[in-house]
């Protein structure tokens, strides 16, 4: 069974550093590509970013409103994805959900398995 | 930016109704859509993925149908754990979300 766990997150002032973690099991996490999304509170469904597997090149690839301020990274021998979120704003307030990115299909952009999500709020 | 719009914002019917929700694209993204369901304090499911496939485990009465700009979800008899959110989303450039539809009990 396809796990993910989120954990890291919190409460944080505007301009400060947050790094989530999201531990998988159930599947070859090396092999998987692994994307962030975000929901503001009350609000919709974001794609924030992903990685590819290190098979694939391991490059990563952002949504405008987080690029230069997030990074994506995993350890494949931990089986861990991070979420490393610097120059934090008020309107990042929101749950991230890690997910699989089309685990058990040849194409990308499919969001098949999520996390519980964690909450991060940021606030002075 | 691919831009999705769904309607209607908010669909009110009872237990047993059919249920048509529509999501259109700013510019024609092929089959490569997919639906969620996000139900409250939950993340979302996969549903439906490239307009018409149904995800693992999805029971029968959830379809999809569509391509190009014009996408629908249809649940044919509504079932008490149908009341949700529903995303429509692409794949065919950036990821990109709907706004949702909230379907409540009338």
């Known amino acids: 069974e396809v796990q993910l766990v989120e954990s890291g997150g919190g409460l944080v002032r505007p301009g400060e550093s947050l790094r989530l973690s999201c531990a998988a099991s159930g599947f070859t996490f090396r092999n998987a590509w692994m994307s962030w999304v975000r929901q503001a509170p009350g609000k919709g469904l974001e794609w924030i970013g992903r990685i590819k597997s290190e098979s694939d090149g391991g490059t990563t690839d952002y949504a405008a409103p987080v690029k230069g301020r997030f990074t994506v990274s995993r350890r494949d021998s931990k089986n861990t994805l991070y979420l490393q979120m610097n120059s934090l704003k008020t309107e990042d307030t929101a749950i991230y959900f890690c997910?699989?990115?089309?685990?058990?299909?040849?194409?990308?952009?499919?969001?098949?398995?999520w996390g519980q999500g964690a909450l991060v709020t940021v606030s002075s | 930016e691919i831009v999705l719009t769904q309607s209607p914002a908010t669909l009110s019917l009872s237990l047993g109704e059919r249920a048509t929700l529509s999501c259109r694209a700013s510019?024609?993204?092929?089959?490569?859509l997919a639906w969620y369901q996000q139900k409250p304090g939950q993340a979302p499911r996969l549903l439906i993925y490239?307009?018409?496939n149904r995800a693992t485990g999805i029971p029968a009465r959830f379809s999809g149908s569509g391509s190009g700009t014009d996408f629908t979800l249809t649940i044919s008899s509504l079932e008490p754990e149908d009341f949700a959110v529903y995303y429509c989303q692409q794949r065919y450039s950036w990821p990109s979300f709907g706004q949702g539809t909230r379907l409540e009990i009338k």
């Open positions: 510019q024609s993204i092929s089959a490569s």
């Open positions: 997910t699989t990115d089309a685990l058990y299909f040849d194409f990308t952009g499919l969001f098949d398995y």
């Open positions: 490239d307009a018409s």
